[in-house]
């Protein structure tokens, strides 16, 4: 059976407007205003319109706060589920969310959570922050900093093909301030990795395709999941799947596809 006969069968159950709104927007096709519009306004969209703060965000970024019941425990979990969605910009969801995030990486306002207390945080917080703006894309200049700092590293980490422990520690200590390998920014964490899949226009081939046979050969956990790529289907399915989405975003899915064999599961 095709994609297409699904997706034909599909729309004979009558989904509502969300379902017929990501089919669309999975299959590449047009999207009238009748249909967004009605999406917006579904239920699904109306919970993140309903929970979103005046400044944009959604209470904390990246640390949940356990005394606080939240339907959204935190910005980037929010981030999450508009990427589900597949909500572009344009709209005062996305709009808001997106400037307060890049109000975030010009210092603009506080970040929300506080610091923790080990060496990697600081650096950490603008790299969550780019990671999930970058979903949406922005010509922000802090933005395209931080994301120029860590291309600088990964290109260093492959210079010679392979990985080298070395360069990318080294590197990140000059341009971060700390060493990255193996803690929760390093390479493998699936901040860098977001962030590299939607920026990947501005990524080598050769460099991708170094950094993707890493990733998938490495036997490594992708960072703040349990996921090891070589282990496939043998990985929890749910954190997989988060893993696996980066690369249906539309079309920086090429970060994904660089390396045929390592994808298939």
Known sequence: MSVFDVV?????????????YRLKRIMGEEIEPELFDEFYNSKWVEILKANQNSDGGFGRFHSRDSKIKQVFPTTELAVDSIKMLDVPRGNELVDKLCDYMEKLLRNEIAWPD???????????QPLFVASKLSVFGSDCREYLEIFNCWHTILKEAFADGEYSIDRTDITASKLLGCDIDGSYIGLNSIYPVEL???????????LKRNYLGWLHSSG????????????GLNNNISELYRVYSIRRCGHFSGLFHATKPLLRL
């Open 8 to 20: 034909d069968r599909i729309y004979k159950m009558n989904p509502c407007a969300a379902v017929r």
């Open 114 to 124: 506080g610091y923790e207390r080990n060496k990697w945080y600081r650096p950490a």
């Open 196 to 206: 590299f899949a939607n920026m990947q226009d501005r990524i080598s081939e050769e």
């Open 220 to 231: 490594r956990a992708i960072g703040y999941t349990s996921v090891v790529l070589s282990k």
